[in-house]
T-cell receptor
Framework: NAGVMQNPRHLVRRRGQEARLRCSPM?????VYWYRQLPEEGLKFMVY????????ESGMPKERFSAEFPKEGPSILRIQQVVRGDSAAYFC????????????FGEGSRLTVL | GESVGLHLPTLSVQEGDNSIINCAYS??????FIWYKQESGKGPQFIID?????DKRQGQRVTVLLNKTVKHLSLQIAATQPGDSAVYFC??????????FGGGTRLMVKP
């Protein structure tokens, strides 16, 4: 049973370019969460999605960031016109049910903006 | 505002000793906490959780204690091993898996 799969694991972008991060949840999981982690800091919640719906995006910047979880395919976190401050590790997690606590995290996508 | 924080950023212990990692939280309404372990270059891994109707919960070599009076929880690791070296986070799961993480404690195990 494959875990949460994220790709790419490492992504380098120049300022102004777009970054697309993908997340395939564990089989059977319909709840997906995106978190951001700056070096030497804890993870910060960004957005919570269920299939085709954004449930809570209170942690996601209003501009340049968007997320989706289509009926078919992985969840995608999209960052437009990246800036150096977007450099971070972005983690996706999935769960079978809401509020179970047992989130299963992927290995993360590390974005570096030059 | 809500915050979950840690007292010690780095903890160094001798292999075989017990480790204690502490965490304070500010939201008195919080009732569900989780400890995660994060190894270098990897995602957080669930260790153990505790709800507010409990003061103590034990797992394999780990124990979590919750003191609601002073809003404090701790993670105890018995007979610490080199494989326990990682960053440990406490997290408040008061909002349906939209976790609030603390800043983390780095555990270093000396052989």
């Amino acid at each position: 049973n494959a875990g949460v799969m994220q790709n790419p694991r490492h992504l380098v972008r120049r300022r102004g370019q777009e970054a697309r991060l993908r997340c395939s949840p564990m089989k059977g999981h319909s709840h997906v969460y995106w978190y951001r982690q700056l070096p030497e800091e804890g993870l910060k919640f960004m957005v919570y999605l269920q299939k085709e719906n954004i449930i809570d995006e209170s942690g996601m910047p209003k501009e340049r960031f968007s997320a989706e979880f289509p009926k078919e395919g992985p969840s995608i976190l999209r960052i437009q016109q990246v800036v150096r401050g977007d450099s971070a590790a972005y983690f996706c997690a999935s769960s079978l049910k809401q509020n179970t606590g047992e989130l299963f995290f992927g290995e993360g996508s590390r974005l570096t903006v030059l | 505002g809500e915050s979950v924080g840690l007292h010690l950023p780095t903890l160094s212990v001798q292999e075989g000793d017990n480790s204690i990692i502490n965490c304070a939280y500010s939201n008195s309404a919080s009732d569900y906490f989780i400890w995660y372990k994060q190894e270098s270059g990897k995602g957080p891994q669930f260790i153990i959780d505790i709800r507010s109707n409990m003061d103590k919960r034990q797992g394999q070599r780990v124990t979590v204690l919750l003191n609601k009076t002073v809003k404090h929880l701790s993670l105890q690791i018995a007979a610490t091993q080199p494989g326990d070296s990682a960053v440990y986070f406490c997290a408040d799961n008061n909002a349906g898996n939209m976790l609030t993480f603390g800043g983390g404690t780095r555990l270093m195990v000396k052989p």
